[in-house]
């Protein structure tokens, strides 16, 4: 029976003290390819494609924004930090970003859709998400804004006036004339411009409550203004706070007939 007999102690030193050499030869190689790798103008990164929505941006707008926050290379880069580089540009509502050997980037960009203007400024747009985002001026042109209704309200708020426009448009619809522009004042209270330049004190409320108080002025003020032989566009104003009806004023009615005639029950 053949039996193996341990190494000798010298033996044994010689073996762990070459597979030592070994692996730091290797690690030393290793880390001097990392840092050939790190710093080869190869991985440098040489070309950007960006895709995706791009209507509002150019590639000049876009290079002006991002390439100042973007460092390092291919394998340095950090794609978090880019990808919030091309978010910082204007209309843009998310970018993803990934890397293509050796050294090109791949960016998608999704933009804001903008449902209304928000605010007194010329830049703010709201998205049908509620997001109020800033055009920086970039893209667009003032007809597309101009078309666009106007939501008015406290900073934070934009959510809330958003959905209160949603509930009040389709009641609207019997006069004709949609809403230009809709306020939450600070106090709570809503107040509504249309198109035709009817303005209509609404009062508090959510909406819930305020869609039902709508339509009944929207199904009756038509009537209300044919017995003075004007039409739902002679409606000069409307105060919605009465309790069980309304008070309106119409263009060219006399104002002491009105406080008799003008309020609907």
Known sequence: MNASLPLPLDVRLMNFTTAL?????????????????????????GQITVTGDTQHN????????ALPRLAGNFFTLDLDEARAAFEAAPWVRKAVVRREFPNRLVVELQEHV???????????LVDAAGVVFDTGGAGGSDDEAGELPLLLGPDGQAPEVLAMYRALVP?????????????????????AELAAGTEIELGQGEPAELAPRLARFAATAGEVAARYRRGAEAIESA?????????????????GGEQAANKAR
């Open 171 to 191: 009641v609207l619809r019997p006069l004709g004339s949609p809403i230009a522009t809709l306020e939450l004042q600070p106090r709570g209270h809503w107040r």
């Open 114 to 124: 903008p449902v209304a203007r928000w605010g007194e400024g010329d830049s703010d």
């Open 239 to 255: 105060d919605l706070r009465h309790h069980g009806g309304y008070a309106l004023r119409l263009r060219g009615v006399a104002t």
């Open 58 to 65: 150019s590639a000049a707008s876009l290079r002006a924004v």
């Open 21 to 45: 050499m070994a692996s730091g030869l290797l690690l030393a190689a290793l880390a001097a390819l990392l840092w050939w790798g790190l710093r080869n103008p190869v991985f440098a990164i």
